[in-house]
């Protein structure tokens, strides 16, 4: 039996929005909402922009997280948070952590407004080879990467370019497909 590959599920390049480092916030949105519009209504839409250089080659990616956290400059003296889980942590900790950092001070449509005018590198996450993996690997590959890591996406590559993005989200379809067709019924 042939195992399924990254690249038959990856959304190549070409169907990802992508902006260049030096695109403002605000044009990295107005990408995100492009391709929003024509997203295939069979798939999830996409939560990221990914980031170019001037060679086109893809440097990054721009999330939601990444968008939110970029409008209370004052999380860049927490260090990478992405490897840090405040659970277990007390609500009370976590709120004089926001007390004293003296964090979301100001109005939302104030963070918005500074926000936008910022360039992509600025916000940006520049991906670690952790987070990548090559087209012709196995699903079990790219799931146990994802699992590992806590992804909810992995650039794909080929030769190491990168080619695609493999995200969480059709692969969770793709894992309740194949569920769905075992055929087990409820007793």
Known sequence: MKKTTVKELMVPLE?????????SVYEAVLALEKAQEKFDRARYRHLAVLVQDREKRITGKVSQWDLI?????????????????LSGLSPLLIK????GFRLWQDDLDFLCNRTAAKRVKEIMYR???GEKVEENATMGEALHTLI????????VTRDKHIVGILRLTDMFNLVCERIKSCGIQEK
């Open 15 to 23: 169907g990802y929005p992508t902006v260049s480092e030096d695109a």
């Open 127 to 129: 991906p670690t080879e």
């Open 96 to 99: 004089s952590m926001m007390e």
């Open 148 to 155: 590992v890591g806590h992804h909810q996406s992995l650039l």
């Open 69 to 85: 956290k970029s409008l209370e400059p004052k999380y860049e003296e927490f260090g990478d948070m992405r490897t840090t889980s």
